[in-house]
């Protein structure tokens, strides 16, 4: 594992726990001085994992943001007492999240077949896959008016909702006047709030994801995110 350097004095933190580099411990207690040392110590990781695993469909921009996400949080949930170096443990936490990110991109803007009966396909199993389509975007879209304004717009200009091509993030932050670094922590706390039970439970029906698994899940991802909100905040 690589070595840290302090960036704190950790007057205001409790002493690291047992094993864990002293700033490696405070960044898991909410430093955001110790979290933002080590997100630039190893942010040449995630250019590798981009370099190693590309980024399709994504752009080189986006996968780096995204990746970027997926170091933070394998900071904060890595434990060197396992005796796992941390390259090992964050190289996959930061190629799912591109992964994810790709996999979501996809999901909103996948070009739609045309319903053609002379294809040599039921006409009646067409009609009925294309109302199926007609209710998961209307559902989609009222999971949307229940997120905040700035956050529904976001999420419908990144994925091309309404029929609108999508934009990359370095063009919503110029629009909005913002760091692409804001871009992304809105469209995340986005996606997380979509996914709580009580935004999308039209949604997660349509698409068979009700499960209490699948809820806990969301739940829980969501606890993580006001967590460290919070301890930024301080």
């Known amino acids: 594992m690589n070595q840290y350097t302090p960036s704190c004095s950790g ?30 110590q190893h942010d040449p990781l995630v250019h590798w994992v981009i370099r190693r695993f590309g980024a399709d469909p ?17 900071l904060l949930h890595f434990d060197p007492r396992r005796g796992t170096a941390f390259s090992s443990y964050a ?18 803007w996948r070009p739609r ?25 209307q ?3 009222d999971a949307l008016e229940r997120l905040p304004m700035r956050q529904a717009a976001l999420m419908r200009a990144r994925y091309g909702c309404a029929g ?25 706390e986005a996606h997380l709030r979509l996914a709580l039970p009580a935004a999308s439970w039209e949604v997660r029906r349509q698409v068979g994801r009700t499960a209490p698994a699948d809820i806990q899940a969301a739940l829980r991802a969501w606890r993580r995110w006001q967590r460290h909100q919070r301890g930024r905040a301080r």
């Open 11 to 40: 007057s205001q933190l409790a002493p690291a726990p047992p094993g864990h580099p002293e700033p490696l411990g405070h960044a898991q207690q909410g430093c955001p001085d110790c979290l933002e040392s080590l997100m630039l």
């Open 91 to 108: 190289v996959p936490a930061i190629l799912r999240r591109i992964r994810r990110e790709g996999q979501q991109f996809q999901r909103f």
């Open 113 to 137: 077949p045309a319903l053609d009966p002379a294809a040599g396909s039921d006409p009646l199993e067409a009609v009925a896959e294309a109302v199926d389509r007609q209710r998961l975007t």
């Open 58 to 74: 994504l752009s080189y921009d986006e996968a780096l943001q995204s990746g970027r996400l997926g170091l933070w949080q394998a």
């Open 164 to 188: 609108r091509p999508p934009q990359l993030q370095r063009a919503l932050a110029q629009a909005l006047g913002v760091t692409r670094q804001r871009v992304q922590q809105l469209l995340v």
């Open 139 to 141: 559902a989609v879209q």
